[in-house]
């Protein structure tokens, strides 16, 4: 066990429809990234929040938002669905935004249909 | 730039053999490389990393082997057992700000 927590672990929705991931990191840990993964694309990085402010940005839809809360938990906003948005949705945590080990979230499968 | 290959895609390796997986960037301003080991319907966890200082890195049965002039990587696994068998990512990133993932290879050890 990873120690960050992501829920839920599965979800099934219609293409159109917005949907909210969340992550909860190990404790202390301040630093929150988002990864997409899908077997046609593997790890993709979307967004990095460090103790609360965005701090990096990858190849993230414009129809994704993320935000980390004051008690730094960490929410995926998916909007729009379309069926390529299926894949796992990993939310991984490090202690700080430098060279530190992220460990990785069990992951949501999102099914869009 | 921010592009990391990895090969071979997939590696088949008796129990008791060496697994070797390559990988190797372009940008070389990355200054942290780890490696993830992920099961099916796990996320990735973090094997064992290095930063570009340093040429070699062994934890237990694991190998880092780090070249910066030629800018690649390589995990060996030494006496490899069944239970390696996972799919192996290997990773780089700027500052801890984006890590940026190869396409993973498909680890299988034979019993």
């Known amino acids: 066990d990873s120690g960050v927590t992501q829920t839920p672990k599965h979800l099934i929705t219609a293409t159109g429809q917005r949907v909210t991931l969340r992550c909860s990191p190990r404790?202390?840990?301040?630093?929150v990234y988002w990864y997409q993964q899908s077997l046609d694309q593997g790890l993709q990085f979307l967004i990095q929040?460090?103790?609360?402010?965005?701090?990096a940005k990858g190849n993230i839809l414009e129809r994704f938002s993320a935000q980390q809360f004051p008690d730094l938990h960490s929410e995926l906003n998916l909007s729009s669905l379309e069926l390529g948005d299926s894949a796992l949705y990993f939310c991984?945590?490090?202690?700080?935004?430098?060279?530190?080990?992220?460990?990785f979230g069990q992951g949501t499968r999102l099914t869009v249909v | 730039q921010q592009q990391v290959k990895q090969s071979p895609q997939s590696l088949i390796v008796q129990k008791g053999g060496i697994s070797i997986i390559n990988c190797a960037y372009e940008?070389?301003?990355?200054?942290?490389f780890p490696w993830y080991q992920q099961f099916p319907g796990k996320g990735p966890a973090l094997l064992i990393a290095?930063?570009?200082?340093?040429s070699e890195k062994k934890e237990g049965r694991f190998t880092i082997s780090f070249n910066k002039s030629a800018k690649q990587f390589s995990l060996h696994i030494m006496d490899s057992q069944p239970g390696d068998s996972a799919t192996y990512f290997c990773?780089?990133?700027?500052?801890?700000?984006?890590?940026?993932f190869g396409p993973g290879t498909r680890l299988s050890v034979l019993p």
């Open positions: 929040y460090y103790n609360g402010e965005e701090r």
């Open positions: 404790s202390g840990d301040l630093s």
């Open positions: 991984a945590s490090s202690v700080a935004t430098g060279n530190t080990e992220a460990f």
């Open positions: 290095i930063r570009p200082d340093v």
């Open positions: 990773a780089a990133s700027l500052y801890g700000q984006n890590f940026v």
């Open positions: 940008n070389t301003a990355f200054d942290y």
